[in-house]
């Protein structure tokens, strides 16, 4: 089955920086891979998501890129913000409209200190 | 409002006692999901569905049930609870049909805890 593979567990930033975590999965046949943010004490919830037909997606602040030969995917978030601390975790699937098996990461625990 | 209920929030119970935990949806969404969230291994997932009547195997289903026998409801059943399926329990559901077919909104979660 898919495996994936989230780096860095733990990630500190002071506010205004840039903030980078990397993922890698196992399966070639998967083809979507969200990212969900998780803040304390509540329900994870989508940011973006990239699907295999595309390299790179921005939305606002956060973009995501894709690398298929290598099968890694990062989530990119520029001039961080307090708000943005929270529990990041990526996923894969092979959903190619007939399965919605999701494997997810392990989370990166996103810190931005004021 | 559009929203993924699950109840009950929070339970606490003994091993062998058989439970469930329901999980509804208003949003008529095809497809349906079961998470487990534990420290230091991030979501799992144990079953999810695709339509009434189908259901399959996630990655953790071991030691638990499922049932999809209307669009908007989809238990998840522990029929003998042991201490290592406590847990943080999420449903979750997703249109299954077009361009936002794959976004999965999640339920507030159901804190489990078995003794």
């Known amino acids: 089955g898919e495996n994936v593979e989230q780096h860095p567990s733990t990630l500190s930033v002071q506010e205004g920086d840039s903030a980078v975590i990397k993922c890698t999965y196992s399966?070639?046949?998967?083809?979507?891979f969200p990212w969900y943010k998780q803040e304390l004490g509540k329900r994870p919830q989508l940011i973006i998501d990239?699907?295999?037909?595309?390299g790179e997606k921005k939305d606002q602040r956060i973009a995501v890129t894709l690398n298929k030969t290598a099968k890694h995917f990062s989530l990119h978030i520029t001039e961080t913000q307090p708000e943005d601390s929270a529990v990041y975790f990526c996923?894969?699937?092979?959903?190619?409209?007939?399965?919605?098996?999701?494997?997810f990461g392990k989370g990166t625990l996103l810190t931005v200190n004021p | 409002e559009a929203q993924v209920t699950q109840n009950p929030r929070y339970l606490i119970t003994v091993t062998g006692k058989k439970l469930t935990v329901t999980c509804s949806q208003n949003?008529?969404?095809?497809?349906m999901s079961w998470y487990r969230q534990d420290p230091g291994l991030g979501l799992r997932q144990i079953y999810y569905?695709?339509?009434?009547?189908?259901?399959d195997k996630g990655d953790v289903p071991e030691g638990y049930k499922v049932s999809r026998k209307e669009k908007r409801n989809f238990p998840l059943i522990l029929e003998s609870p042991s201490p290592n399926q406590t847990s943080l329990y999420f449903c979750?559901?997703?249109?299954?049909?077009?361009?936002?077919?794959?976004?999965?909104?999640f339920g507030p979660g159901t804190r489990l805890t078995v003794t």
């Open positions: 996923a894969a699937s092979p959903s190619g409209g007939s399965n919605y098996k999701l494997t």
């Open positions: 979750a559901s997703s249109p299954g049909t077009g361009l936002l077919s794959y976004e999965q909104y």
């Open positions: 569905s695709m339509n009434v009547e189908v259901t």
């Open positions: 949003m008529n969404h095809e497809y």
């Open positions: 990239i699907r295999s037909n595309v």
């Open positions: 399966d070639s046949a998967s083809n979507y």
